[in-house]
Nanobody, 117 residues
């Protein structure tokens, strides 16, 4: 089972990036999917997640209104659209999958997002 995150890069403050995560090895249509991030010297933190159906989504307060999580169960992918990026969004972003929210069994390798001021 693998999760492969991509789409990270360098962007100026106020800009946008779209992260994608492709799952392989099994079907994740019945799994919760989420994004986490870890800034230098800080603990990993939750960013966004949705349930297997995609009907319920959850965001960290720090990204609410700027980030949007979406999933395509047919393609086994989850994306994170990030708008109005801030320097404090700089981090390695990880995608994760779990049988339910809060139980994250599978993790991607991470993709680096750097936001310059």
């Amino acid at each position: 089972v693998q999760l492969q995150a991509s789409g990270g890069g360098l962007v100026q403050a106020g800009g946008s990036l779209r992260l994608s995560c492709a799952a392989s090895g099994r079907t994740f249509s019945t799994y919760a999917l989420g994004w986490f991030r870890q800034a230098p010297g800080k603990a990993r933190e939750f960013v966004a997640a949705n349930t297997w159906s995609g009907d319920s989504t959850y965001y960290a307060d720090s990204v609410k209104g700027r980030f949007t999580i979406s999933r395509d169960n047919a393609k086994n992918t989850v994306s994170l659209q990030m708008n109005i990026l801030k320097p404090e969004d700089t981090a390695v972003y990880y995608c994760a999958a779990g049988i339910q929210l809060g139980i994250w069994t599978y993790w991607g390798q991470g993709t680096l997002v750097t936001v310059s001021s």
